[in-house]
Every structure is written in structure tokens, then in C-alpha cells.
């Protein structure tokens, strides 16, 4: 084996380094409306395919925020959207599709602190929890009280974690407030299935027009 062989046997095979993308960072978009409430719009810079939507709007209404067992509860109203969704002049779009919500919030650590922010609107608002949430509060009597309040973020063990105070939640889901949202829902609910009931015995009586020797076999 000539010299050039054995260079050519053992020479070590450098395979290129595959270049990792870079995560594109959250962005944190803080306004506020013409009507002077302060409105935090979250861009979630990763991908989630749990969840159909990349951005979270959240609107602070009243700047007297309610005193609840020593917690100040902020009303405000929160949506779920695509950054790259139609925004329509009449706000008939996603970004204006509120639920409305109570929540107890620092609004200052929320225009500051980007660490704060970020836990309130990408997981304390997160859609699915927020929808259950809300579901409950039209329950009357749940096994977890909570109206529609979301609950808070705290700090614990040197991070930012969601929290939920059972007081504030037993004491919302029994408000006058709600108790009148669960009997409109509950009227909604009903009228709906009576609709429902009506348009399956019509298509029950229209089968048995168009195929009278069905009940004969």
C-alpha cells in the first residue's frame, strides 16, 4: 500500500454542520386605545400545533380595577388571532372577537416586564384554558367556582407562574353579573335545542312522506 493509499483510508470524512434556524422571539406590542385602555398584543414567535392561532390580544377596561380579597381584578376582554388575518375596518375581524374576562394583573409589570407578560398572555390566556374557564362559569354549581375570572400570574421559586384564587373565583361565579350571563346563556340554550328538536321531527315527517312503505317492512 503506497503512501498515498493510506492517507487516502484513514483521512477522516468532516461532514458540514447543519445550520439550526434561529427561533424568532415573542414580540410584545403595547398600546393604547382611543379610549385610553392600555392593550397588549403577544406574538408568539414559536410554533405550537396545539394551538391554531400565533397572537393574543388583551384589553384592560377600567382603570379602577376592583379590590377582591387584597387582589386588585382588572375587567378586560381577550383575542386569539393569526398576525397575518384580515383586519377589517367595521372590526368585524379576529383581532376584535372578545370574550370578555376578569383578571388580576399588575398593568405596570404588563407594560414593563417582558417576562411578566409573556406567562400572562401565552399561557395564563391561553385559548383552550380560557374557553374552559368561561364553560364553567356558565355551570351553576361547579366543582371549581370561577365566573369568568382567569386568575393571575405570581412570582414563585424565581419565575413567573399562572395562579388561581379559589375566593375571588367562588365569589365572581356568584355575582349578580353572572348569575344573569348563566340565565341568558341558559335561555339561549334552550331556545336552541327546541329549534334543533323541531327541525328533526320535520325531517323525520318529510322521510316518512317521501318513503310510506318504510314502516310496512
Known sequence: MGLLDFFRKNKEVVKPVQRVPETEKNKIERTITRDGEIQIDFYRGTYDVRRDYDCTRLVILNKQPENMYGCNV??????????????????????????????????????????????????????????????????????????????????EDGKYVKKFNPSIGRAVHNSKEMAEKRRVYQQEESIKREIDAKRKELQRQLHELDNPNDGNR
Open 74 to 155: 382588572y375587567d378586560c376582554k381577550v383575542s386569539w388571532y393569526h398576525e397575518d388575518d384580515a383586519i377589517m375596518l367595521d372590526e368585524k375581524d379576529s383581532r376584535h372577537d372578545f370574550k370578555d374576562i376578569k383578571l388580576t394583573v399588575d398593568p405596570y409589570f404588563l407594560q414593563t416586564d417582558d417576562t411578566y407578560a409573556t406567562c400572562l398572555m401565552n399561557e395564563l390566556l391561553d385559548r383552550t384554558r380560557v374557553n374552559n374557564m368561561l364553560a364553567r362559569g356558565m355551570v351553576e354549581n361547579p366543582d371549581k367556582p370561577c365566573g369568568n375570572y382567569i386568575g393571575s400570574v405570581a412570582m
